[in-house]
């Protein structure tokens, strides 16, 4: 503990619904231990910016309920630049800051990892990204209650396709992953999941939905995750709509609606751990590394295995799907 007296913290990429507790945790574990706490606004930026305002306990005082982040979030394509890493540095020493705890998802890590071989400044992630794709963890932060939303979102679509003979193409977030996609559509009842990491399933679409019909489905939600290779919900519906005659085929992106909210009671506890385990960490001198959760356990993830490795989707959840949407 005698190295590290003042730490920074920051949220940085995209918001996630359980932000708001993690920063919580961090300021006020970090009082615990008698250490001061700056919140770094506007993520990297505002590293540059010299954006920096002390937290104190009350600082953080009825925020655990709300979604977003107390600190705002942005992305910095000056802190990609060494002149503007450099600016940062500079700032943190003037500011008298030992130590930065960044929430966010694989960008945030990367600037950071790279920050922290240029500059002898520690640096612990905490993983807060909605489509729970960080590698070494087994959660994110944000995931539960985006997915939550997802469902009951889904839910009030297919009341409306059941009643009005539809066939709905739900989009939801996921650029890279299917995370959301695949656990929001087996829990929906989705009679099938478009994800990126399954090549060609908006191929057999007909086929499927075909067989459907073959037991009179008044309804049919195909799930959609937004970085699909044929080009999401919109895309996927156009080239099927001529198919489908019998169904009056709609389309729903999500978008960020999955974003915002208060988040869930599950979001708020590990928010709240991974927050705790963060500034531990830092007074246990670990720095390149992410906290997270695996089997329910804290771990500690180096940021070069967090960014560059990939998070599968599990195999048993796919042929789960399957079986379900006969």
Sequence with gaps: ?????????????????????AIRAVTRTAIYYDLEVIGIRHGYQGLINANFKPLKAFSVSDIIQRGGTILK??????????????????????????????IGGDGTFTGAGIFSEE?????VGVPGTIDNDIYGTDYTIGYDTALNTVIEAVDKIRDTASAHNRMFFVEVMGAEAGFIALNSGIATGAEAIIIPEI???????????????????????????????????????????????DYDVRVSVLGHLQRGGSPSAVDRVNASRLGHAAVEALLDDQKSVMVGLQNDTIVLVPFRKAIKLNKTISPSLLELANILSI
């Design 1 to 21: 503990m005698g190295k590290i007296k003042r730490i920074g913290v920051l949220t940085s990429g995209g918001d996630a619904p359980g932000m708001n507790a």
């Design 73 to 102: 979030t942005a992305r910095s394509e000056e802190f990609r630049t060494p002149e503007g890493r450099q600016k940062a540095y500079l700032n943190l020493k003037e500011a008298g800051i030992d130590g930065v705890v960044c």
């Design 119 to 123: 500059y002898d400044t520690p640096f």
């Design 199 to 245: 090549k060609g399933e908006a191929r057999n679409l007909k086929a499927l939905i075909e067989s459907g019909n073959k037991r009179k489905k008044s309804s049919n939600i195909i799930i959609v995750a937004e970085g699909d290779e044929e080009g999401g919900a919109i895309a996927i519906a156009n080239k099927l709509k001529d198919d489908f005659t």
